[in-house]
């Protein structure tokens, strides 16, 4: 197969879709994707869209260093991304604001158990639960499509302007830069609805994720 093929960009009606070939090297792979958006120009600059990778099944390292190439050389707005492992994510409009001091984000499909950790010098976008006992730690943001009641501690490396937010958020502790925060009782809270954490005046407030 021709060299220029290895790599195909396709439109459809849900978004764009990139197709790799399933017996080429992953080294050349990158090489070409990184080629054919430097060559895309502004074609894909501030387009708003859904992103598929198919052709071959990749691993969460191998799909992080593929948008991180995409993300490095053009200004795409990925509100979806889908893989071959099935796995489909939807990122919230906050996901914006995480692409701008860090391009490179972690994506975990799977709760967090008592014991379990991730740590990511970037994002993380989790989907699961991160449960008592289990922690989540980043120098960027963290979003949890889940229910956080474990751990979460973002912009880890003095980052305060760094967020959390979750579909469910009773965390044991959470903290953002070097401020730390309890949270009451989870059945005194109430909430809900999704919310996120951010620092303001050196102290951490948690909104309605609105």
Same mark, same amino acid.
């Given at each position: 197969?021709?060299?220029?093929n290895?790599?195909i960009f396709?439109? =459809?009606k849900?978004?764009?879709t990139? +197709?790799?070939?399933?017996?080429?090297?992953?080294?050349? @792979?990158?090489e070409? #994707? $990184? &080629?054919?958006?430097?060559?895309?120009?502004?074609f894909?600059?501030n387009?708003?869209t859904?992103?598929?990778?198919?052709?071959r099944?990749?691993?969460?390292?191998?799909e992080q260093?593929?948008?991180?190439?995409?993300?490095?050389? =053009?200004?795409?707005?990925?509100s979806f +991304?889908?893989?071959?492992?099935?796995?489909?994510v939807q @990122?919230?409009?906050? #996901? $914006? &604001?995480?692409?701008?001091?860090?391009?490179l984000?972690?994506?975990?499909?799977?709760?967090?158990?008592n014991?379990?950790?991730i740590?990511?010098?970037g994002?993380v976008?989790?989907?699961?639960?991160?449960?008592?006992?289990?922690?989540?730690?980043?120098t960027?943001n963290i979003?949890?499509?889940?229910?956080?009641?474990?751990m979460?501690?973002?912009?880890?490396?003095g980052?305060?302007?760094?967020?959390?937010?979750a579909?469910y958020?009773?965390?044991?502790?959470?903290?953002?830069?070097?401020?730390?925060?309890?949270f009451?009782?989870?059945?005194?809270?109430?909430?809900k609805?999704?919310?996120?954490?951010?620092?303001?005046?050196?102290?951490i407030?948690v909104?309605?994720?609105?």
């Open positions: 197969m021709n060299l220029e290895y790599v396709k439109g =459809t849900d978004g764009v990139v +197709l790799f070939q399933d017996d080429v090297p992953f080294e050349v @792979l990158c070409q #994707l $990184e &080629k054919k958006v430097q060559e895309a120009g502004k894909f600059d387009v708003k859904s992103l598929a990778f198919k052709g099944t990749f691993s969460d390292e191998e260093e593929l948008l991180r190439i995409i993300t490095d050389h =053009t200004t795409m707005e990925i +991304l889908k893989t071959e492992n099935n796995e489909l @990122l919230t409009s906050l #996901l $914006e &604001k995480q692409m701008e001091p860090y391009n984000t972690k994506f975990h499909k799977g709760s967090l158990r014991g379990q950790k740590e990511f010098d994002s976008v989790l989907i699961g639960d991160v449960n008592p006992g289990a922690e989540v730690k980043a960027g979003i949890i499509l889940g229910q956080l009641k474990g979460a501690h973002a912009g880890c490396e980052m305060t302007d760094a967020f959390v937010a579909i958020m009773a965390p044991v502790q959470l903290r953002i830069g070097d401020i730390i925060t309890r009451p009782d989870e059945n005194k809270r109430g909430a609805a999704p919310e996120y954490a951010f620092v303001q005046e050196g102290q407030f909104m309605p994720l609105s």
